[in-house]
């Protein structure tokens, strides 16, 4: 059993009968607040989902943190489904698609999820131009990696559910987004949210507040 484990169900939001399952864990980041890992399942449809929600913000948020040498790899990441992930200098933007999730890792995971995407390009390209550019793009990845390249990290969460978290807490910079900043950022896959918020209700201050129109 894990620790602060909880299971429960409700009815399945994709072929709606009951029984979707949603298992729910808390995670303490030090200096930075208590995280929920979700995962969900329908033994019905085959609906899954894992995520990561943040408890205590909730609000639109980018987390930006220059990586300045192989230390800085191990700081933690934590990426919800409606995230953003950006490193300027590789000329990475991830966006959040349909089935994006949430995951718990560190800078250097972000980099090794780059890596197998810069791979697929690589694989697919066709013109020699396309080649170059994934071979180029690989070997600033490989450098990144080395501890070798410094670089930054954007993460922009419209849900505030993402957090950059190196130990000193003072060298990452935290500013709320502007409402346009987050119209222009894709929102991730449709989970509803009433399942997603069942938990945080009441305890998560604000909620989403994104602009409309
Ligand atoms: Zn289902």
Redesign the pocket.
């Known amino acids: 059993m894990v620790a602060g484990l909880s299971v429960r169900k409700v009815e399945?939001p994709?072929?709606s009968?009951p029984g979707?399952e949603i298992r729910e864990v808390p995670y303490e980041v030090p200096g930075f607040g208590t995280m929920l890992i979700i995962s969900m399942a329908?033994p019905?449809?085959?609906?899954r989902h894992r995520d990561v929600l943040c408890l205590e913000f909730g609000e639109p948020k980018r987390y930006e943190f220059v990586v300045e040498g192989p230390e800085d790899l191990k700081a933690r990441v934590i990426r919800s489904s409606s995230a953003t992930i950006r490193i300027p200098e590789l000329g990475v933007l991830i966006e959040p698609g349909p089935m994006a999730e949430g995951f718990i890792s560190n800078v250097e995971g972000v980099l090794d999820r780059v890596e197998r995407a810069a791979m697929m390009m690589l694989h697919f390209a066709e013109a020699p131009s396309q080649r170059a550019r994934a071979h180029e793009v690989l070997a600033k990845i490989w450098d990144a990696k080395q501890g070798r390249l410094r670089f930054t990290l954007i993460i922009d969460d419209p849900l505030g559910n993402s957090l950059i978290a190196p130990e000193d807490k003072s060298r990452v910079k935290v500013r709320r987004l502007t409402e346009e900043e987050v119209r222009e950022l894709k929102s991730g896959p449709f989970v509803p949210i009433d399942v997603r918020w069942a938990r945080a209700t009441g305890q998560a201050e604000g909620g989403s507040e994104r602009g409309e129109g």
């Open positions: 399945c994709v072929c009968k979707l329908c019905h449809c085959g609906f």
